[in-house]
Each structure stands twice: as C-alpha cells, then as structure tokens.
C-alpha cells in the first residue's frame, strides 16, 4: 500500500471578524473592499426590507436583492433553489459575494447557497435579530430544514465577516428580542456562571442600549471560544447544543400546532427539561435548577409545553446528532460548565419531560 498525506492551509477562510456596533450597515464599505467582488447580491426576507436601504447605501454599488417569504416553514430546498436560480440568471462567478441579511433563517439558508456555489463564495452575514447576532450568524452552521428535520442538511462554511448592527434591534419585535435572550442564557449556563447571574439582575427590557451591546459581545465571545476550538463539533463544540436536542424536537412539533413557537421559546423549555435531566443524574442540585427556572422566567421565557411526551421522544429520535441510533446529551456539571456525550435511558428523558408538561 502507498500513502499520502493531503494537508491544505487556508488561512484565509479559518479566521474572521465579528463587528459589533451601530450604524455599521450605512457604513459598511469602511469594513468591506468590496471592489474585488465581481457582483454582489443580497439575500433578505420581506421582515428587514427597511434596514435593506442603509445597507445598499452603504455598499455604494449595483447589488442584486434576492427577497425571500420569512419563516421557517421557507426554509427548504425550494428556496435555495430560487437563490441560486437568481445567481444563475444574473451571471454570478467565484468571484461574487453574497451579503445575508436577515435573521438565522436568512443567514442559515444563504451561508449554505453561498457554501455550495460553484463549491463556494464569500458570504457576509448581517444578522438582524438578536438570537441570529449571538448564535446563527457566527460558528459557520449553514443549513435547510428536511422532512421536516430541523437543519438535517447543511455544510460548515465560515462566512467572510459577521457584522452586527444593533439599530436592527430597535425594530425587532418584543417576543423575538426575548426569544434571543434564551441563547445568550444558554450561553452562560454552559461556560460562565457570573454572566449568567448577571443576566438573571434584570429583565431583558431593562438593560441599557450599551449593556445588551457588552450582552451581545460577551454571548458572541463565549460561542467563538467554543467553536473556534472545535470548528465541526468533533466534541466540545457539542456544550452549544444544552437544550437543544428536546428543545427542536418541541420547536418541530409546535409548528404543526395552533401556537408555534419561536427558537428561543422552545430552547427555554428544552433548557428547563435537559437541566432536570442533570439534576435527575446527581450532576447539579434542586437549587441551581430553582435558579434556571427564575432566570428564564424573568426573562419573559416559557418553561413549559402542553406538547405529548411520546411525540417528543419520536422527534428526538430522528434528531440528526444522534450517533448510530444513540442519542449523546449535553449536560450541565454546575451552572457554568457543561460536558457533552452523555448516555441516558429513555426512563430518564421521560421523567424530565414530565417536568416540563
Ligand atoms: N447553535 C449551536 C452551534 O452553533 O453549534
């Protein structure tokens, strides 16, 4: 037998920045050549078409928009489809440049049309809504919903720059901005315990415009340490996941109901049901859970689901993190750090799930 070893260095897509401020959209071109893109399109939604005009402002160049329907039920082959169909027809080359402006459907669906043509093409993200700023518009997750599996098909493709705009913010619906607060205090939850403390001394509404920024900083810092360290979730990136693997499952089954819930919601309850599970397994006390539910509860989250368990168990069956038909789960050790591959019986996800009924 002959061997070869392959070992490609690309520095330029391992390493980005993340910009965080305000009035960066109309100041874009400050932080962006972009005169060495050939051509340069937009991918929004029909929810952020008034930020689209101090973007296009700021580009300062011909751009084409490619606006797509809002809503996870849009997230589908279909619509990837009909932005590389744009691309097609407008002559897009590797040379081109996607900007995805939008939320963490937006950024989710076109990182992953820009990862995939012609085998990919920078892509920015300007995420506009609070949970995209601090989870899905950095980490290089790109994906499509598919039978109805959230994200069951999608690549890792780093974009080339993530720039978040905190005037986005002020247009942002109340219920979406504390759907966000939920992974920020995931954030905490799995890797500092002062942050999360810090988050539970006020109601989302109350902190100042400077303090969600440092919010928002602070949540983007302790996901790029995660994954920069685990880029393709090998393992450590996988702490990201706490709540995650109940909480699609509960977001899935919801959408088919009269009260679909939001991704931050659902992950407030899954949050609540894989912290019992820690507490179930002895690894964190009656108190911290006492401490999560008040944390989550101050912040306008729910914590509970009239869901049936046994449709949830289905769902999370067909969870895509499951490893040859064995499910792995996040779990906390002690608020502020969690450990991931945990085994457990399906005895053990029942009486947790019943926790949150
Ligand atoms: N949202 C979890 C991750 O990016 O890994």
Redesign the pocket.
């Known amino acids: 037998m002959k061997q070869l070893s392959v070992n490609i260095k690309n520095p330029e897509k391992s390493s980005y920045q993340i910009l965080i401020g305000s009035s960066l959209l109309k100041n874009i071109s400050k932080y962006v050549d972009f005169s060495k893109y050939s051509k340069i399109a937009i991918i929004t939604d029909t929810n952020v078409l008034p930020h689209l005009d101090n973007l296009k402002t700021g580009i300062k160049r011909d751009s084409l928009v490619v606006a797509l329907e809002p809503g996870e039920k849009n997230k589908n082959i279909k619509t990837v489809e009909k932005i590389w169909k744009s691309l097609t027809d407008s002559g897009f080359d590797r040379k081109s440049l996607i900007i995805n402006l939008g939320g963490g459907v937006v950024t989710d669906m076109g990182g992953f049309a820009a990862g995939c043509f012609m085998r990919g093409i920078d892509f920015i993200n300007i995420p506009t809504t609070l949970l995209s700023q601090v989870?899905?518009s950095i980490?290089g997750?790109t994906g499509i919903n598919f039978e109805n599996i959230k994200n069951l098909i999608g690549t890792f493709s780093q974009p080339f720059m993530t720039l978040i705009d905190t005037e986005t913010l002020h247009t942002l619906p109340k219920r979406e901005f504390i759907s966000g607060f939920a992974e920020i205090i995931k954030h905490g939850l799995i890797k500092d315990k002062d942050f999360f403390n810090y988050l539970g001394s006020k109601q989302p509404y109350s902190f100042s415009p400077e303090e969600i920024v440092n919010i928002i900083e602070k949540s983007c810092l302790i996901?790029k340490e995660i994954?920069e360290k685990d880029p393709v979730?090998n393992g450590p990136?996988k702490i990201?996941?706490f709540g995650h693997t109940i909480g699609h499952a509960i977001e899935s089954l919801s959408h088919d109901t009269q009260n679909p819930l939001l991704h931050g919601e659902a992950i407030a309850i899954g949050i609540m049901a894989e912290g019992k599970m820690s507490e179930i397994f002895g690894l964190i006390n009656d108190k911290e859970m006492a401490l999560i539910k008040r944390t989550l509860e101050n912040a306008y989250l729910p914590i509970k689901t009239d869901l049936d368990v046994s449709l949830i168990l289905k769902k999370i069956k067909n969870d895509k993190k499951n490893n040859f038909g064995q499910i792995k789960w996040t779990l906390l050790k002690e608020i502020g750090n969690a450990s991931y591959d945990f085994d457990a019986k399906e005895e053990i996800v029942k009486k947790a799930l019943s926790s949150v009924l």
């Open positions: 989870d899905a980490g997750k996901k994954f979730e990136r990201l996941n």
